[in-house]
DNA sequence: ATCATGGTTGGCAGTCACTGCCAGGTTGGC
DNA sequence: GCCAACCTGGCAGTGACTGCCAACCATGAT
């Protein structure tokens, strides 16, 4: 997964730029690995900041909040899943744009052992769940005018419909990597996704 | 909505559980009212309790934590939940026993107007979205047995299918209720609902 | 090489939600 | 009236998070 190197490297990259991002890798692979040694809950932010070598005040300024520590591209994951949906061909039907979207989301991570990992996370940890589902709200409504650019303009409500569909493309992924994660990361995830779609959709 | 009286009220009401009505129904007041007054963020524990006459600490016991201030019977909801849905026939389908189980929920609010205020509060604050969030995922997994149990067992994954279908009609009560608290609470919440699943389904 | 500059960092104090603990006071059964 | 069960308020403490300020340092101009 992931075969791409991040194209901005070759903008002017300053030495500043460079400290930046070897601190806030730092970062990001302590709060992991604690995270998964100890959980999310029992880990501080004093500690992670204390094994990582940096000031509480300047995580905070990398990582405006706990739970970003977790999903290290927070916001790509938002901008991956636009531009994806936004890509596919204009006569593609809702549910192949936005499983198309899922999969591309699904590609971010490094390895098949750190998604494992963030999503044994994600759904053992309510707190982190919880916010990250907030998270996801922003997203689903950047993706609403997407969306409903598709939809049959027939009837009314499109917006509703639109939320509803894409609230559930994102419930089907949820139902399938708790699964995966379940199942011990046997199997594929989009298998299970595609599953559970035909089962909302039957 | 909601013409039962509480069936419990007939039970030995000691002064102590008179006293205990008294005061959560007055810190349940003080807090909604500040809430729609000055948002949620904007107000502190320290007020709420100020103006209800009792202390923090009190206030914490009564309700542990402060999203629980808002949706009185936070654990009603997810009981009357569960009740409805485990009531239906055993015929009916998933989506049926659903719908029921929506519907009894949104009964629960005392008024209209209530329930209005309630969804705007809710779906205009982040950090209480992603509070309500995290129950409901609570919810879902204690539903999870019930509606698995009316489903085809001849295809795998049951598991992920339950997750899947009961997620999605929560996603279908968030588009809905979205929905109505922009409409100014103009037409019925269940019309929206069932426009909502039809269109996922469809 | 030097210096001004602007982005960067760390520490400190403070806010807010929330918890454990302890000292009272009130209630209910006897 | 008395004791036990229960409730309340206050206090101190934790943990996430923010604003503020002084020190810092790579960078570009001189």
Redesign the pocket.
């Known amino acids: 997964m992931k075969q791409e190197a991040k194209p901005a490297t070759g903008a002017p990259t ?3 730029d460079r ?2 991002q070897l ?1 806030s890798q730092e970062i990001l692979e302590t709060a992991l690995r604690l995270f998964t040694e100890q959980g999310y809950d029992e ?4 500690q992670i900041a204390r094994e990582a ?6 995580l ?2 990398y990582f ?4 970003d520590l977790l999903g290290g591209g927070q916001d790509r994951f938002g901008q991956v899943l636009m531009d994806t949906i936004s890509e596919q061909h204009a006569d593609a039907g809702v549910w192949e744009a936005l499983r198309a979207g899922v999969a591309a989301v699904l590609d971010l991570h490094d390895s098949r052992e750190q998604a494992l990992e963030r999503f044994r996370l994600l759904h053992n940890t309510a707190s982190l769940h919880a916010g990250w589902l907030e998270k996801r709200l922003r997203f689903q409504e950047n993706l609403l005018p997407l969306i409903e650019a598709r939809m049959d303009p027939a009837a009314g409500n499109e917006g509703a419909k639109a939320r509803a569909l894409i609230a559930t493309a994102f419930a089907c992924l949820d139902a399938a990597s708790i699964t995966w994660v379940a199942n011990d990361g046997k199997g594929e995830i989009m298998d299970l996704y595609d599953e559970c779609v035909a089962a909302v959709r039957g």
Chains 1, 2 share one sequence.
């Open positions: 300053t030495l500043w400290t930046r601190a880990t501080t932010i004093a070598g940096v000031s509480q005040r300047t905070f300024r405006g909040a706990k739970e």
